[in-house]
């Protein structure tokens, strides 16, 4: 084996198994083998050599698995395409390639002309989504940042960049051994009709609706609009989005001094208006946590130190919990729901644990983890104020004392 491909099968292993991007798999790799920090232009695989690796090492080591995977992605890619087919997707990644790992995310592209109508689009369609920014262009092009929307389809972990026009019209041709880097619905259609024969069979009905490739003008509905034109549509949905957030001010908002909590930090606030489900798939309100001192642990089954902490987190729940009813702990899972259940099998935990997929990560941001790294642990006090924040694992006797404070001051 050269040098390039035990790279490459370092590197695919390290993707598959900890979620890394080709980049620091590649430079971890590099470490793992004894090169040097910085090794030589050309020395390392390039992406379509780690692909060539990722497909072996998933079919070695997963194959029924990447199977399920794949078809459940793609399904969940067609019918988000088809949501947004007024805004000519494009998809990427591990739906388009084929090549899903645990870890992996659905990553649609559109023109970043539309961004804003996209925007507002989403909300009209009841889809949580969330605003955020992504270092290198989210992998094209160059710059420095660009503009994303982050949110969940299917339990599916969900990125929409946005691109110049330019960028993704050059992407969608095929200039690598891989192919094109980016294609439009029908193209994936036409994919998956070569790579998986049996995805179209009536016991694996993909949820598409409307097939975007042969609905008329009328089915679709508008195309998007020209630059510096924005549909009458659109500004109406600005406007009821307007009209309900100052009728809330006015109503509820005159109320909310009334309600336990009062002076809660608006980040807490936030959490406080989730409702996520549970490790078996059961809606959980967290509203139910308002007026408690609460630990809100940000976890994921992928995070190694996570999981480490979480039996001393559980143990201390327990031991304080029974004698304190006024406290609480809450795990927010930033993963999908079924590598969340299968932990929670393997290791049960004794306090509750609710899968958020990416917004939980928005939350954690809005709480202070300006990092974006896990774990993340905050203590809220009764009255809605974060009173200590730790990035890393937590130390059990010190959360322990922070906790037992608070409780006493609480009296």
Request: aromatic share 6%.
């Amino acid at each position: 084996m050269t040098l390039r491909r035990e790279l490459a099968a370092v590197a695919a292993a390290l993707v598959a198994d900890s979620g890394l991007d080709y980049g620091a798999a590649k430079r971890r790799a590099a470490r793992q083998l004894g090169l040097a920090e910085s090794p030589p232009r050309g020395s390392l695989p390039d992406n379509d050599e780690i692909d060539e690796a990722l497909r072996e090492h998933l079919d070695l080591f997963d194959a029924e698995g990447h199977t399920q995977r794949r078809r459940t992605i793609r399904a969940a890619a067609l019918e988000l395409m088809q949501r947004l087919a007024h805004w000519a997707p494009w998809v990427t990644g591990a739906a388009w390639k084929g090549l899903v790992t645990e870890h992996a995310l659905l990553h649609l592209q559109i023109d970043a002309d539309h961004g804003k109508e996209l925007a507002i689009d989403l909300i009209n369609q009841g889809l949580n989504f969330e605003a955020t920014e992504l270092n290198g262009g989210g992998g094209g092009g160059g710059r420095a940042r660009a503009e994303a929307l982050i949110g969940q389809w299917r339990d599916w972990p969900v990125l929409i960049a946005l691109h110049p026009h330019h960028e993704l019209r050059s992407g969608s041709r095929e200039e690598t051994a891989g192919g094109a880097e980016r294609a439009h619905r029908q193209q994936l259609l036409e994919r998956i009709r070569q790579d998986d024969p049996d995805f179209f069979s009536n016991d694996q009905p993909p949820r598409t609706g409307i097939d975007a490739s042969r609905a008329t003008p009328s089915a679709l509905g508008p195309r998007p609009p020209s630059r510096g034109q924005i549909q009458p549509r659109l500004l109406i949905g600005v406007a009821l989005v307007v009209v309900f957030l100052l009728g809330l001010a006015a109503s509820g908002g005159a109320l909310w001094w009334q309600r336990p909590g009062a002076s809660a930090e608006p980040a807490v606030q936030t959490l406080w208006a989730q409702q996520w489900p549970d490790e078996k798939g059961q809606a959980q309100a967290l509203q139910g946590l308002r007026g408690k001192l609460t630990v809100v642990n940000f976890w994921a089954t992928w995070c190694a130190p996570c999981v480490a902490e979480m039996p001393a987190l559980s143990a201390l729940y327990t031991e304080l919990s029974q004698a304190n009813p006024n406290l609480a702990f809450v795990g927010i899972a930033i993963d999908r729901a079924d590598q969340v259940a299968a932990f929670s099998e393997r290791t049960p935990v004794r306090y509750p644990i609710v899968v958020a997929g990416a917004p939980g990560s928005a939350l954690a941001r809005e709480l202070g983890n300006d990092a974006s790294a896990l774990p993340f642990t905050v203590i809220i006090d009764r009255e809605g104020k974060v009173v200590a924040r730790t990035l890393g694992v937590v130390d059990p006797p010190s959360l322990r004392a922070q906790l037992l404070a608070q409780l006493e001051k609480a009296k």
